[in-house]
């Protein structure tokens, strides 16, 4: 034992050094959040729950039933069941479902969606009592896009964070490119060999 | 022997081979498109392009033959950029919807994008579009997305035999497209769609309701159709069968199948299927657990026996049941009940024909391989036509015909007709066969030096031939000249390996017995491979596994001690020695001698000729259990239905044709009991104790009591199949080449034919369409789509005659009954016949024909009285 730790001891200097932390933190502002009379603005890009976009011209999804959030997906929480639409002869959703209880909210389905039809919302607020509640379907998916997400906010979200992989595609850096002057080297995909949505 | 080098490895080859197959073989991937192992080359798409040194330009790889001293180089940096230039000009037109095309993940074009790096277009112009085509009610067709491997198009003009579709158009612009327009009139094989490598073509069944990853199980079983037993991969999604698909190089089918078997399975989904036993109580049938059904059903059938004996139970079983199924049913009946009165609708004509060919060859003298057909000099199809009842079978004629081979017809052959080489089918009328049969036959043996392998009967069925009708009596009987005879004769003078197909129709015929001793002449004139063309997927399981009054399992007789005595051992309880009635007669007795029926999977109130004699002998009957997937209309009638599993439901083994015994497996779990398990329950409360895990152990019983199959293990079944002889004995009564001789019965005798009918009476004739075979497959919907309904197929000079247009509605009635349906009218069709099928329940054919047995082996011969055509 060295001095140094006998005149600590003996004058208990640490517990003064504490109590001196604890009167100045007594005049500082509270940093504590009186949740849930006091809610937290999440951060742009914030992964919560999911949400099917709402196309603004057809007021429909805009999910094509590619599955491929589904193939990704690593906790498998997502069932998609397809069909022919008897009218138009695509390909659309017959099921979409969710379970919130086993997501990672990894993002990795908003991602892999060739045309931007999902998102994750900034809504973190939807703990229930029952399993039944959390299990996200086609209809409760369009109407959290509704909630959360509609208006500028949407845009806002898939030009900054998730901008599809269809408008991401780039030929490569040493490829010659016979176009227009001021074309930047994008695919142009002819619309009418598209399938609906696929900009 | 030559030396070749890869990739810097050194290669040795026996033979020359192409440099695709030399590399394939050493472990080399070479990418491709257009190359198919099942078509003839085309070199068309240059994905294969090689580098071969000393070779100024790049060498396609899958036309270009090793030659020794080559040195091939697959992946050099030069190879690469041409493949992805080709790649770049297919993606030109390529339409990238990937994300909702059906194909991607099993796409070549998207696995080889993927391994060669996507790039963007280049092109300012736009893509070339044509429409989807979804008129047809079973395929597809996107042709924005076809590339022109020309694959399609090589399958069915060069495999399948229909050429019903070609290249339209040229240049950019050229597309595939049926030569009859937006819907196909062709076969329905959908072998296009198999080997389609984009999603060009596809399959409209279940189409958008799955991707490829989202599959569940695939699972490789046989197929429920025909006797062919081809081996088909099922693949499931959700409980369900989402695609139908056979691989090449697999199963006797060596990946083709027919309309039936790739379309044909969404019956099993079918609503209708029954779901829970059912009781008849107070003259209606209501829902019952399986303990009451089972005890009720096994009570009376006790009560019965004690009453009546066991020879008042008769059991009938259907050609779609396992091999196992079949064999606990034939013990719960010979152990349980005591009764012999055993039978299937093999006795329709496999059995029969069957077993007059075993009594003079030896057991087995029918199992052939079907791939040995188009290897032999020329093929004999009599009577009936295996392009519609075993079409794949069907496809090795065809392959034969294109291969040179002299393909003879004897009757009027559908199928058959741009692959023959003589014209003796066109001439022929309905019922004629036997006659020239007969004529050629006796030409041949005056013509052809035989062998001399088995002097014998050589000398036997010369005494023999010696009575038949010549060819001049041949063109007196039927009008079919006799040069045109005489010169198939000559055709036929230097074969020296052929294969005769034979099908029901010789055998349900009053002239059974000279037929198939005709066919076994002809058979070791010719050294024939001998096929019957078998209806039902384990009609020769029926066989196999005794399923008939006179046999026990293994095909030997109830009648012999010895072979009794094995079954009573390995069964606990004795066997009634006599042979039982066979199926008409067992029908005939109902309510006499027979009180009560077993029915498992078959539906004798549709598919027995009279039936209205059948449904009112059913109706005599004190007891009827029917054990059946749906409502039949024996169930309709029946005291306790039992709810059967589907096909794709249960495990088991099947026995096609060939006698190759094969595994069916279990690919969706579906609510309810299996068909053995039924059998098994019953017999426990009949007395007859039974350890059963499983159809292993089932199988297991079986190579203890059947000699054939002795020594076979279910696990050697599971892989693949096994051919016969199994592992066990044959019978080898008749196998030495005197006793041959001697039992080709009625050797010296007069051979008595029935005189031919006349050519200027409307005759009615069985239909055996292509794409229904029973009532199963009218719960398929998509092979409703296709067919529509009953028809009664007839030439337009005799519906000129009659007066009836393409298209009416017209009622045909004879003796027996009535029915109505539409008329079609169809060039190339005999002008004394009338096809009507016996599939939709609306309409079967069986109404209209009455039935005669055949005095020696009990088969119904099909008569017809007084038949009338009217237009409605």
Same mark, same amino acid.
């Given at each position: 034992m060295n001095t140094k730790k006998i005149v600590k001891t003996i004058f208990m200097t640490e517990i003064l050094q504490g109590m001196a932390l604890t009167l100045k933190s007594l005049f500082s502002p509270a940093v504590t959040r009186q949740y849930p009379k006091e809610k937290r603005q999440p951060f742009p890009g914030f992964r919560g729950q999911h949400a099917f976009v709402r196309d603004a011209k057809t007021g429909k999804e805009k999910c094509i039933a590619c599955g491929l959030c589904g193939a990704v997906c690593p906790s498998k929480c997502i069932y998609i069941y397809t069909k022919e639409d008897e009218e138009t002869r695509k390909k659309t959703i017959d099921r979409y479902e969710i379970e919130l209880l086993r997501c990672v909210y990894c993002a990795f389905c908003v991602e892999a969606c060739p045309v931007g039809a999902i998102a994750l919302t900034e809504n973190y607020e939807y703990s229930d009592y029952s399993r039944e509640a959390l299990y996200m379907t086609k209809e409760k998916l369009l109407d959290n896009w509704d909630r959360f997400m509609a208006g500028p906010k949407g845009d806002e979200y898939f030009e900054k964070f998730w901008t599809p992989k269809q408008q991401s595609f780039r030929a490569h850096d040493d490829q010659a490119v016979f176009r227009p002057k001021g074309s930047n080297g994008a695919a142009r995909p002819e619309a009418d060999t598209r399938p609906e949505g696929v900009k | 022997m030559m030396t070749l080098t890869i990739n810097g490895r050194k290669v040795e080859l026996e033979a020359p081979v192409t440099i695709l197959e030399a590399a394939k073989r050493n472990g080399i991937d070479i990418p491709t498109l257009c190359h198919h192992p099942a078509l003839e080359l085309w070199g068309g798409c240059r994905m294969c392009l090689v580098e071969v040194e000393k070779m100024p330009r790049l060498q396609t790889a899958c036309t270009v033959r090793v030659a020794d001293g080559m040195a091939v180089r697959t992946e050099t940096p030069r190879v690469v950029a041409a493949r992805k230039a080709i790649l770049e000009f297919l993606l030109i037109n390529h339409?990238?919807?990937?994300?909702?095309?059906?194909? *991607?993940?099993?796409? #070549?074009?998207?696995?080889?994008?993927?391994?060669?790096?996507?790039? *963007?277009?280049?092109? !300012?112009?736009?893509?070339?579009?044509?429409?989807?085509?979804? =008129?047809?009610?079973?395929?597809?067709?996107?042709?924005?997305?076809?590339?022109?491997?020309?694959?399609?198009?090589?399958?069915?003009?060069?495999?399948?035999?229909?050429?019903?579709?070609?290249?339209?158009?040229?240049? #950019?612009?050229?597309?595939?497209?049926?030569?009859? +327009?937006?819907?196909?009139?062709?076969?329905?094989?959908?072998?296009?769609?198999?080997?389609?490598?984009?999603?060009?073509?596809?399959?409209?069944?279940?189409?958008?309701?799955?991707?490829?990853?989202?599959? !569940?199980?695939?699972?490789?079983?046989?197929?429920?159709?025909?006797?062919?037993?081809?081996?088909?991969?099922?693949?499931?999604? =959700?409980?369900?069968?989402?695609?139908?698909? *056979?691989?090449?190089?697999?199963?006797?089918?060596?990946?083709?199948?027919?309309?039936?078997?790739?379309?044909?399975?969404?019956?099993?989904?079918?609503?209708?299927?029954?779901?829970?036993?059912?009781?008849?109580? =107070?003259?209606?049938?209501?829902? #019952?657990?399986?303990?009451?059904?089972?005890?009720?059903? #096994? +009570?009376?059938?006790?009560?019965?026996?004690?009453?009546?004996?066991?020879? *008042?139970?008769?059991?009938?079983?259907?050609?779609?049941?396992?091999?196992?199924?079949?064999?606990?049913?034939?013990?719960?009946?010979?152990?349980?009940?005591?009764?012999n009165n055993i039978d299937s609708i093999a006795r329709l004509g496999l059995l029969p024909a069957q077993k007059i060919l075993e009594d003079i060859f030896g057991q087995g003298a029918v199992a052939n391989l079907i791939s040995g057909i188009p290897r032999s000099e020329a093929v004999l199809v009599v009577a009936s036509d295996p392009t519609r009842t075993n079409p794949v079978m069907g496809l090795e004629v065809r392959a034969a015909a294109r291969a040179g081979r002299k393909v003879i017809a004897i009757g009027h052959i559908d199928g058959l007709r741009r692959h023959r080489t003589r014209r003796l089918e066109a001439k022929t009328g309905p019922g004629q066969e036997t006659m020239i049969m007969a004529g050629l036959l006796s030409e041949l043996l005056k013509i052809k030096p035989l062998s001399g392998e088995n002097p014998e009967f050589e000398e036997a069925i010369k005494a023999w031939g010696k009575t038949l009708p010549g060819p001049d009596e041949v063109e007196k009987a039927t009008g079919v000249s006799a040069l045109l005879i005489s010169g198939t004769a000559a055709d036929l003078k230097d074969v020296s390996t052929s294969s005769i197909i034979a099908g029901r129709e010789l055998a349900s015929s009053m002239d059974i017995r000279t037929n198939m001793m005709m066919l076994a002449a002809l058979g070791y004139i010719l050294n024939s491979r001998i096929f019957l063309i078998s209806e039902h997927p384990n009609e020769q399981g029926l066989i196999e596994m005794g399923c008939s009054p006179e046999m026990l399992p293994g095909e030997r007789p109830v009648d012999v001690r010895t072979f009794r005595e094995k079954c009573e051992q390995a069964w606990g309880a004795g066997i009634n020695p006599e042979a039982g009635l066979t199926l008409m007669e067992m029908i005939e007795q109902a309510g006499a001698s027979i009180k009560a029926l077993y029915v498992m999977g078959e539906d004798p109130a549709f598919g027995l000729p009279s039936r209205g004699r059948v449904k009112e002998a059913l109706g005599r009957l004190d007891f009827l259990i029917v054990q059946d997937i749906f409502m039949t209309g024996t169930a309709a009638m029946a005291d306790v239905v039992f709810p059967a599993l589907a096909w794709s439901e249960k495990d088991g083994t099947y026995t096609n044709l060939e006698k190759r015994i094969q595994r069916l497996k279990k690919a969706v779990i579906k609510e309810g009991i299996e068909d053995w398990r039924i059998l098994a329950e019953i017999g426990k409360r009949a007395g007859l104790p039974s350890r059963y895990r499983g159809v292993a152990d089932i199988f297991r019983e079986i190579a203890q009591v059947s000699p054939i199959h002795a020594g076979l293990g279910f696990e050697s079944i599971e892989e693949g199949g096994v051919l016969w002889p199994y592992k066990g004995k044959p019978l080898s009564v008749s196998s030495s080449p005197s006793s041959a001789a001697g039992r080709f019965p009625g050797s010296g005798k007069a051979v008595s034919i029935s005189p031919p009918p006349d050519r200027n009476v409307l005759k009615l004739v069985l239909d055996k369409p292509l794409l229904h075979s029973g009532t199963l497959s009218t719960h398929s919907d998509a092979l409703m789509d296709l067919t529509g309904g009953p028809e009664a197929r007839l030439c337009p000079e005799t519906g000129g005659k009659l007066g009836i247009a393409d298209g009416d509605a017209v009622k045909v009635s004879t003796g027996e009954g009535q029915i109505s349906l539409r008329a079609r009218l169809e060039s190339g069709l005999p002008e004394d016949a009338l096809f009507i099928s016996n599939d939709f329940r609306e309409a079967g054919a069986f109404e209209l024909f009455g039935y005669q047995l055949e005095p020696e082996s009990k088969t119904p011969v099909l008569t017809v009285q007084n038949l009338k055509v009217e237009r409605l």
């Open positions: - | 339409p990238l919807e990937c994300p909702t095309c059906d194909k *991607a993940g099993i796409c #070549a074009l998207q696995d080889l994008t993927v391994r060669y790096g996507a790039v *963007a277009g280049r092109f !300012e112009e736009g893509k070339r579009v044509f429409p989807e085509v979804v =008129d047809d009610p079973v395929i597809v067709r996107n042709m924005k997305r076809c590339i022109m491997c020309t694959r399609c198009v090589r399958m069915c003009d060069g495999v399948q035999g229909a050429s019903a579709i070609g290249v339209i158009e040229k240049g #950019a612009r050229s597309h595939i497209e049926p030569f009859s +327009g937006g819907r196909y009139n062709c076969e329905y094989c959908g072998n296009c769609l198999a080997v389609c490598p984009v999603g060009a073509i596809m399959s409209k069944l279940h189409r958008y309701t799955y991707r490829p990853w989202q599959m !569940e199980k695939t699972v490789k079983t046989i197929c429920s159709f025909c006797g062919v037993g081809c081996t088909l991969r099922l693949e499931v999604r =959700d409980e369900s069968i989402k695609r139908v698909s *056979a691989e090449f190089g697999d199963g006797v089918n060596n990946g083709l199948l027919c309309g039936r078997g790739r379309f044909g399975y969404e019956y099993v989904d079918s609503p209708e299927r029954l779901k829970t036993p059912m009781i008849r109580r =107070d003259g209606r049938l209501e829902r #019952a657990t399986w303990d009451e059904a089972l005890d009720y059903a #096994a +009570g009376r059938l006790l009560e019965i026996k004690k009453e009546n004996g066991g020879g *008042a139970i008769g059991g009938i079983a259907g050609g779609r049941a396992t091999n196992e199924e079949i064999y606990l049913f034939q013990k719960l009946l010979r152990a349980g009940f005591g009764s």
